[in-house]
């Protein structure tokens, strides 16, 4: 069953500091690795997102690091603020034809960033 | 372009009623999926819409729910009965012809059954 794996579940850091969320996927190729951010009482958002050939994208505080061999992504949050506290999901893209509109999500981490 | 619409923002009914959702896409899109979130599971896939067409709706838990796109700017995911365990906020979210890459979400509906 293709499965994207999220951790940690609940993430709490000081303002400034850096913020690190790791997902892991199994088996099934995968051609496209987004983030998404959602804040309270609405829906989930793009963030941020990267393709297989390419090791880390950075837009701004965001970075996605990804690691084809490992079958792992993550994503990096420097300068942590208040304002960044919301729920992070990782998904992924199956590149299998006829798949190719299904995002597959992780569990999704809490992010509380603390004044 | 007002991003996708959702309607009802909640809806509390009683366990036994039928309950339908409706989702307005973003113009032009050609993918609309309905995903359902839980505390305990998480985002998950009910069902996607490729050019009105259903693609995959191997994630409907159980007859009593059915999703259907009549045209490309309308879709509605009814439950019927309803049951408390449905309980959940349920987003519908809209793709452009690119492959499915974006996925656009609704503001989503929180429905409670008692």
């Known amino acids: 069953q293709q499965q994207v794996k999220q951790s940690p579940q609940s993430l709490i850091v000081q303002k400034g500091g850096i913020s690190i969320i790791n997902c892991a996927y199994e088996?099934?190729?995968?051609?496209?690795f987004p983030w998404y951010q959602q804040f309270p009482g609405k829906g989930p958002a793009l963030l941020i997102a990267?393709?297989?050939?390419?090791s880390e994208k950075k837009e701004g505080r965001f970075t996605i690091s990804f690691n084809k061999s490992a079958k792992q992504f993550s994503l990096h949050i420097m300068d942590s603020q208040p304002g960044d506290s919301a729920t992070y999901f990782c998904?992924?893209?199956?590149?299998?034809?006829?798949?190719?509109?299904?995002?597959?999500f992780g569990k999704g981490t809490k992010l509380s960033v603390k004044p | 372009d007002a991003g996708v619409i959702q309607s009802p923002r909640h809806e509390v009914t009683e366990m036994g009623q039928e309950v339908t959702l409706r989702c307005k896409p973003i113009s032009g899109h050609d993918y609309l999926f309905w995903y359902r979130q839980t505390m305990m599971r998480g985002l998950e896939l009910l069902i996607y819409f490729n050019n009105n067409v259903p693609i995959d709706d191997s994630g409907m838990p159980e007859d009593r729910f059915s999703a259907k796109m009549p045209n490309a700017s309308f879709s509605t995911l009814k439950i019927q009965p309803s049951e408390p365990r449905d309980s959940a906020v349920y987003f519908c979210?809209?793709?452009?012809?690119?492959?499915?890459?974006?996925?656009?979400f609704g503001q989503g509906t929180r429905l409670t059954v008692v």
């Open positions: 979210a809209s793709s452009p012809r690119t492959g499915g890459t974006e996925a656009f």
């Open positions: 998904a992924a893209r199956p590149s299998l034809r006829g798949s190719q509109g299904n995002l597959i």
């Open positions: 088996n099934t190729a995968f051609d496209y």
């Open positions: 990267i393709r297989p050939d390419v």
